[in-house]
C-alpha cells in the first residue's frame, strides 16, 4: 500500500512564502504521478498542480503555475510545492496524492488518484 503524507503548512501572511513537503513510500505504476490539490471550506476541491517522477514533467493550469511550483527530489522519495506571494484565497487544506501516469494532464483528475495524504493547513492572514 502505498502511503502519502505532507508536511510544511503553517500560517503566513499575505504575500509571504511556504514549501510543502509530500513524502511517497514508494514509486509504482499506479504512484508515478504526484500531484496537489487543495480544498477551502465550503468550497470545492481544486487541482494545483502534478509531477510525472519519471521523466520530471509538470502539468497543471496556467493560472496557478504563477505562485506555484512542484519539484521532487528522487532521493528522498519527496515532491515538494513551492507556494509564493500567497494571497488570503490561497487558505485551504492542501493534499498530495499519487495517481498513474494517464492522471498527469490539465485539468487534473481527482478521481483518478488512488492515493491521499492527511493534508497540511495553509492559512494566510493580512
Known amino acids: 500500500q502505498v502511503q502519502v503524507m505532507e508536511s510544511g503548512g503553517g500560517s503566513v501572511q499575505t504575500g509571504g512564502s511556504l514549501r510543502l513537503s509530500c513524502v511517497i513510500s514508494?514509486?509504482?505504476?499506479?504512484?508515478?504521478?504526484i500531484a496537489w490539490f487543495r480544498q477551502a471550506p465550503g468550497k470545492e476541491r481544486e487541482g494545483i498542480t502534478a509531477?510525472?517522477?519519471?521523466?520530471?514533467?509538470?502539468y497543471g493550469e496556467d493560472s496557478m503555475k504563477q505562485h506555484f511550483t512542484i519539484s521532487q527530489d528522487k532521493s528522498k522519495n519527496t515532491v515538494y510545492l513551492q507556494m509564493n506571494n500567497l494571497k488570503l484565497e490561497d487558505t485551504a487544506m492542501y493534499y498530495c496524492?499519487?495517481?498513474?501516469?494517464?492522471?498527469?494532464?490539465?485539468?487534473?483528475?481527482?478521481?483518478?488518484?488512488?492515493?491521499w495524504g492527511q493534508g497540511t493547513q495553509v492559512s494566510v492572514s493580512s
Open positions: 514508494e514509486y509504482t505504476y499506479k504512484s508515478n504521478c
Open positions: 509531477i510525472y517522477t519519471t521523466a520530471s514533467t509538470t
Open positions: 496524492v499519487a495517481g498513474p501516469w494517464s492522471a498527469c494532464r490539465a485539468p487534473l483528475p481527482a478521481t483518478e488518484f488512488f492515493y
